[in-house]
């Protein structure tokens, strides 16, 4: 699903209150995040939500898990929903180093956790143009209320 990297730029989950961010470099060996490669085969320039992007799954979301993904034909963005996480992982078609932070929000994300979401992608985004020397390109806002569903009635 993802391909290799030589190393990944951790960017730490850090409280709203504080603004600052933590650029570690960790080797490959170490590392368990990549690039999320596959993404670059999505159209250019929106967003796609779904169950699983990769593998061209377009099923809907569920409560349980949702996968965001962002492809600027230069730089891609997952944004992937999982038990109660959320893990934002970016990097730019020509440099290794990827961007990567995680943060927990819970099954239902509210407004306060959706907008912590939105400032990761950011975050994240910054700290690979630090990184990689690299300016990124506009990323637009994801929707990520449609990456939390609600429950269907039993």
């Not at 960790?26 to 690039?35: D, F, G, H, L, N």
């Not at 990184?131 to 506009?138: L, Y």
Request: hydrophobic share 40%; net charge positive.
């Amino acid at each position: 699903m993802r391909f290799q990297i030589l190393c990944a730029s951790v960017a730490l989950s850090i409280p709203a209150a504080v603004s600052a961010q933590e650029i570690v470099k960790v080797p490959e060996a170490k590392a368990s995040v990549s690039r999320p490669d596959d993404l670059f085969n999505l159209p250019a320039g929106q967003w796609f939500v779904a169950k699983q992007l990769w593998g061209g799954g377009r099923d809907p979301c569920d409560p349980t898990g949702c996968e965001a993904g962002f492809n600027s034909g230069d730089l891609v963005v997952s944004v992937e929903h999982s038990k109660g996480f959320v893990q934002v992982i970016a990097g730019f078609r020509n440099c290794q180093s990827v961007g990567f932070s995680e943060v927990e929000v819970g099954e239902k994300a509210d407004s306060y956790d959706r907008s912590r979401v939105s400032d990761l992608i950011k975050k994240v985004v910054k700290g690979l143009e630090k990184t990689c020397s690299m300016k990124a390109p506009p990323v637009p806002k994801l929707d990520v209320a449609s990456m939390f569903p609600k429950k269907a009635a039993t």
